[in-house]
């Protein structure tokens, strides 16, 4: 990853986030998200990263197809 890619993880997780949120973990699992594969696209463009169970402290992801 280059330190660009490092520096806007870096400042999303400096963006408005609820108190709860441990911005240290956040920036943490992005890190290791792009680690993985980069999310970028081209152009300034990126698929965004799926959502975290445990940065969103609930037990399981909301699954927004169930008829709940």
Same mark, same amino acid.
């Given at each position: 990853m280059d %330190?660009? /890619?490092?520096? $806007?993880?870096e400042e999303? +997780? =400096?963006l408005p986030l609820p =108190?709860?949120?441990d911005r240290d973990?956040?920036?943490r699992l992005?890190?290791? @998200? =792009?680690a993985l /594969?980069?999310?970028a696209v081209g152009d300034g463009i990126a698929l965004s990263h799926v959502r975290n169970p445990i940065?969103? $402290? +609930?037990? @399981?992801?909301h699954n %927004?197809?169930?008829s709940n």
């Open positions: %330190s660009l /890619a490092k520096q $806007h993880f999303a +997780v =400096e =108190e709860a949120i973990l956040l920036l992005f890190l290791a @998200r =792009e /594969a980069s999310t940065v969103l $402290h +609930v037990s @399981r992801p %927004s197809s169930s």
